[in-house]
Structures are given as structure tokens and as C-alpha cells.
């Protein structure tokens, strides 16, 4: 496959665009960002950005730029406040705060994918040097009981698939969903033996629906009894699959193809072998949401310090 054998990333760290089309233009549009490499100076604005973390909603994406602010102890210029620099493309919300952006994704292999592809271009108009990607998310867990966090080591699609499979000009075009091992390794160290709850590593499942993509029975159509829900369940157990969610196939296998380092940690809402609906309640749940945000402002913190 040749384009295994293209080096993804220049030397000194900045990435490569695997488009020839992209030089070429005039100026490129970030539109569902708001951004634009003509009218942005995209280097001033973005340059010294090293973590680039998403997760689904503009609210948990806001709070965790606060909470990364006061962790690293990163200080606004006086007068001013934390803003959403992608406001005004009413799709996605961005925060920066110093080296870490803290981005909303939405829900869903499309919506994070088309996010994806601007934010890699992002880095490229802006010479952003080795940043890494995490996705801090939700998910529900099979066996694990709610508020287990999961590092994704691997990726799999609803069919057991370990590729992000997309139509291109009237074929199917797969590219691997893969993960930096080492990054799996780094975070389930940071993760504290004193913790009232387990983190573990394992395999991810990436439904592209919440309902019957994810084997529930509380969804508005169901055409299987809870029997097969609970043999798919228990078959997605056994090849290892520790969580369900919406993103990791896209996330893994576009950060891959841009040779970007990327972490999937996420919390279980719920264990799925118990039951489908989410009723934890609001502070519980937002209480559990924290614990992936504190694990990697934990390896950013450790990142920083170590320069
Ligand atoms: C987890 O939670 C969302 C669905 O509720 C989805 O974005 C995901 O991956
Ligand atoms: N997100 C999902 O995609 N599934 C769940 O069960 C919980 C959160």
C-alpha cells in the first residue's frame, strides 16, 4: 500500500496535509469552524497549540477549558474572557486556552468527521508541532458498571470491523481505525489506584445510532427480542469490546491517516448488560463526565511540566 510509505509528518513536527489540492487554492475555508487561513492569521492564533481535545457537547467542551485553565494555570490577558472562537458557525463550539483546545464534536461518525478534517487542516495552516488529539466522551459499558472510565486501545465498528469505510466517488475506500498504543499506555498509568471507581483499557465499539445500532430496546423501532440483544451484547464481550459509543472509528482512523497521536478515554453512563436508559441523576451524571476531563488534564499537566 503506498500510502503507508508516505512519512505523514515533516521533521520538525508539523503536519503533512495528504491533499495536493489544498496548496494550491487561494485560501482555504474552515467554514463549519469559522475560520479561514486568509482572513485568520492561522499561526498567530493557533500556532503554539500542542492538545487538541473534543468531546460531544459545547457546554462540557466550555467547562473543561475553565477546568484545564485552572490546571495548568493558564492566565487570560486582563480584561478578557474565555470566548467560543467558532461562535458565529453555530455548528461547533472552540475554546483555546494556551496550548489546548478544547473543541465540541456534536454526535456521530459524520459530524465529528467533518470536524476532523478541518481541525487537521487547522493544524497544517496554523504549523502546529506534534499535537496530540483526545476525545473525552460518554459511552455505555458492557460489564463495566456506570462511571468506569475506558481507554480505547482498539476500535471496531458494529460489525467487528477495525476500519473507517467511506464512499468515495462510487467506491468504498477503508481506512484503518488505529490508535497510539503507547498514548493507552501513558494514560492508564496517570490513572489513580485511589479512585472510587476502575479505569481500564479495551476495545471500543462505534455505532453510527444510539438506538438499534446499539442493540437498546427503547428505541422508537425494535424488531428483536431482548435475547438477541443480550447474545450480540455478550459476543461484542467476548471479542473484547469493553464500550459502546458514537466516534472512535472516525477519530481513530483520521488522526492515523495525519499521523496525529489520539486517545479515546470515556465514562460508562451505564452498564448495558443491565439495562438502556440513562437515569442517573443530573449531578451524578455530571460528576462521572469529569473523570475522562481529569485524567487527561492530568497528562497535559504532566506533558507541560516535563518541558
Ligand atoms: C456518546 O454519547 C453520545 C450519544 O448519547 C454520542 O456522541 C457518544 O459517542
Ligand atoms: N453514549 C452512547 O453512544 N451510548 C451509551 O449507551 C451512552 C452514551
Do not use: W
Not at 490546571?71 to 467560543?84: F, Q, R, V
Not at 460518554?138 to 464512499?167: F, K, Q, R, W
Request: charged share 25%; glycine share 8%; hydrophobic share 35%.
Amino acid at each position: 500500500n503506498l500510502n503507508n510509505l508516505v512519512e505523514t509528518r515533516y521533521p520538525d513536527g508539523t503536519v503533512r496535509l495528504r491533499n495536493p489540492h489544498i496548496e494550491l487554492m487561494d485560501q482555504d475555508i474552515l467554514y463549519h469552524l469559522a475560520l479561514g487561513s486568509e482572513s485568520h492569521d492561522l499561526v498567530e492564533m493557533f500556532g503554539d497549540v500542542k492538545f487538541v481535545c473534543m468531546g460531544g457537547t459545547p457546554k462540557r467542551m466550555e467547562n473543561f477549558a475553565h477546568y484545564i485553565m485552572k490546571e495548568i494555570g493558564h492566565k487570560l490577558p486582563t480584561g478578557t474572557s474565555l470566548m467560543d472562537i467558532s461562535q458565529y458557525s453555530y455548528r461547533y463550539s472552540m475554546y483555546k486556552v494556551g496550548p489546548v483546545l478544547s473543541i465540541s464534536h456534536g454526535m456521530g461518525v459524520p459530524s465529528i468527521g467533518i470536524l476532523l478534517h478541518e481541525v487537521i487542516k487547522l493544524m497544517y495552516h496554523a504549523k502546529c508541532k506534534d499535537p496530540i488529539f483526545f476525545r473525552i466522551g460518554t459511552c455505555g459499558g458492557i460489564g463495566l458498571e456506570g462511571g468506569t472510565v475506558v481507554i480505547s486501545d482498539d476500535a471496531v465498528d458494529g460489525m467487528l470491523n477495525n476500519y473507517y469505510e467511506v464512499p468515495m466517488l462510487g467506491k468504498l475506500v477503508r481506512r484503518p481505525a488505529k490508535l497510539d498504543k503507547r498514548l493507552v499506555r501513558e494514560l492508564k498509568a496517570l490513572s489513580d489506584v485511589e479512585d472510587p471507581y476502575d479505569t481500564v483499557t479495551g476495545t471500543t465499539m462505534c455505532a453510527i445510532d444510539f438506538y438499534e445500532g446499539q442493540g437498546r430496546l427503547d428505541g422508537a423501532f425494535c424488531e428483536y427480542s431482548e435475547t438477541d440483544k443480550m447474545d450480540y451484547l455478550e459476543n461484542l464481550n467476548k471479542h473484547g469490546v469493553k464500550n459502546i459509543e458514537m466516534e472512535v472509528i472516525p477519530f481513530a482512523a483520521l488522526t492515523h491517516h495525519a499521523g496525529i497521536r489520539a486517545a479515546v478515554v470515556c465514562v460508562s453512563l451505564l452498564d448495558r448488560l443491565k439495562g438502556d436508559q440513562v437515569c442517573s441523576p443530573k449531578e451524578v451524571m455530571n460528576e462521572y463526565q469529569s473523570r475522562p476531563q481529569k485524567l487527561v488534564a492530568k497528562y497535559i499537566k504532566r506533558q507541560l511540566q516535563m518541558k
